[in-house]
Nanobody, 123 residues
Framework: VQLVESGGGLVQPGGSLRLSCAAS????????IGWFRQAPGKEREGVSC????????YYADSVKGRFTISRDNAKNTVYLQMNRLKPEDTAVYYC?????????????????WGQGTLVTVSS
């Protein structure tokens, strides 16, 4: 059972990145998927979450209107499109799978975590 994030990197303020979260060893459509991030010296923060069907999505206020979460269950992959990036978005981004409903405030409820991908927003 594994989640693997990709797509991180260095981008200028105002730029865009798309993160991917690919699952192996289990069927992703049985799980809601959340994206979390952790900046140096800060606690892990819930960014976005998508329900098992993709019919419901949730966002932290800090990213609402700039980030979009989506999933392609046929490809066993979840995406996080990040637009209008700001320096304060700099962090390691993790995807995580939870069996039932989304929760941005309770990372302890998630069953599986990826290793993270670094996003750096800087000029």
């Amino acid at each position: 059972v594994q989640l693997v994030e990709s797509g991180g990197g260095l981008v200028q303020p105002g730029g865009s990145l798309r993160l991917s979260c690919a699952a192996s060893g289990f069927t992703l459509d049985s799980y809601a998927i959340g994206w979390f991030r952790q900046a140096p010296g800060k606690e892990r923060e819930g960014v976005s979450c998508i329900s098992r069907s993709g019919g419901s999505t949730y966002y932290a206020d800090s990213v609402k209107g700039r980030f979009t979460i989506s999933r392609d269950n046929a490809k066993n992959t979840v995406y996080l499109q990040m637009n209008r990036l700001k320096p304060e978005d700099t962090a390691v981004y993790y995807c995580a799978a939870v069996k039932y409903v989304c929760s941005l405030s309770s990372p302890g409820r998630y069953d599986f975590w990826g290793q993270g991908t670094l996003v750096t927003v800087s000029s």
